[in-house]
């Protein structure tokens, strides 16, 4: 079973990548870039009988920091 595992910064948390990404998409003539956030994507298989529980577990332990991230669970 594969789960995709979507991890963002919270509002309000300053995200230097995402300037950066901003910068250099002006640089190249790409007008109209409000804002950009960056993020990533974590894609797990897993056994069948993994629980939902058990994926949040990992999110909250390891894949995500809680405190200036979100994050959510898809299935793929």
């Known amino acids: 079973m594969k789960r995709r595992i979507i991890v963002t910064l919270k509002p309000g ?3 230097p990548q995402g300037k ?13 870039i409000n804002d ?4 990533k994507l974590i894609e797990l298989d897993v056994a069948d009988d993994t629980s939902d529980a058990a994926i ?7 894949l995500a920091n ?10 793929a």
């Not at 950009?36 to 993020?39: D, L, Q, Y």
């Not at 949040?56 to 390891?62: I, P, T, V, Y």
């Not at 809680?66 to 299935?75: D, M, S």
């Open 36 to 39: 950009v956030r960056a993020g």
């Open 66 to 75: 809680t405190v200036i991230e979100n994050y959510r669970i898809e299935q």
């Open 20 to 32: 950066a990404i901003q910068k250099a998409l002006a640089g190249l003539g790409f007008d109209g």
């Open 13 to 15: 948390v300053l995200d």
């Open 56 to 62: 949040d577990e990992m999110c909250r332990k390891l």
